[in-house]
């Protein structure tokens, strides 16, 4: 998406893509689409400065927007195509679900607290994302609006929730961070039939947790 909007930004951006290459990532399509969300809108403002270093930082509500690296790993292990439909699973300030618009997929995100949802959508909408957002428990996923081709969950899960699982499309895949506290281990899920699922790990990696039900 083209916007007006402070050249500084453009160059600082250009710097935090530059670093990702460096640090492996290797999918351009990922890189442009990292390249074009203006990560600054979606942090606080006295934040501003630091929006397009590779850092997480704090977006109220005991959350953080992740790190920009672990955005680009989940969303190259992903592998998305133009069309497709993505559930993630934790909407937070709305950045994952922004990168996913700017590939061309059809986004349906869930959060499960009510101040960072109301917040994301109204955010991504102003910025001319248009993913579909839901505020409840993405243990849950969205049973009546799945099957997904792909399902991405940005909290750290204790394992991998089964009604998750079964939301998947035969031959899609799923991106979850599995482990407890300060240390998940990054899983790709892939259902190759009805009842087989192959899982591969993916590299050590530190999230928020994913937590039962939902706040107000
Ligand atoms: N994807 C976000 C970062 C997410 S941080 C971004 O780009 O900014 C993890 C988010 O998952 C938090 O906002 C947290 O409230 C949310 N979360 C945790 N457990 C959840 C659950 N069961 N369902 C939905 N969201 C959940």
New binding site residues.
């Given amino acids: 998406m083209t916007r007006n909007e402070d050249p500084r930004y453009l160059g600082l951006r250009k710097r935090l893509v530059d670093a990702l290459k460096i640090k492996g990532i290797k999918d351009e399509r990922v890189l442009q689409a990292i390249g074009n969300v203006p990560r600054h809108a979606?942090l606080e403002s006295s934040f501003l400065h630091y929006a397009y270093r590779d850092q997480a930082f704090p977006?109220g509500?005991?959350?953080?927007?992740?790190q920009p690296y672990t955005?680009a790993f989940q969303t190259q292990l992903l592998q998305v195509e133009p069309g497709c439909k993505v559930l993630?699973?934790?909407?937070?300030?709305?950045?994952?679900?922004?990168?996913l618009c700017e590939m061309g997929v059809r986004v349906y995100?869930?959060?499960?607290?009510r101040e960072?949802y109301v917040k994301?959508k109204a955010l991504l909408a102003d910025l001319g994302y248009d993913p579909l957002v839901f505020y409840?428990?993405?243990?849950?996923g969205l049973p009546t609006y799945g099957p997904f081709d792909r399902i991405?969950?940005?909290?750290g899960?204790p394992v991998i929730p089964p009604e998750l699982k079964f939301q998947l499309i035969c031959g899609g895949r799923m991106v979850i961070p599995v482990g407890f506290e300060d240390h998940q281990e990054m899983m790709l899920v892939v259902r190759n039939s009805e009842t087989d699922f192959s899982t591969e790990k993916h590299g050590a990696f530190i999230?928020?947790?994913?937590?039962?039900?939902?706040?107000n």
């Fill in positions: 979606f977006i509500a005991g959350q953080t927007i992740s955005v993630e699973i934790g909407t937070g300030s709305g950045y994952q679900a922004a990168v995100t869930i959060e499960r607290q960072l994301a409840g428990d993405g243990y849950k991405l969950v940005t909290a899960a999230f928020v947790p994913m937590l039962k039900g939902t706040v």
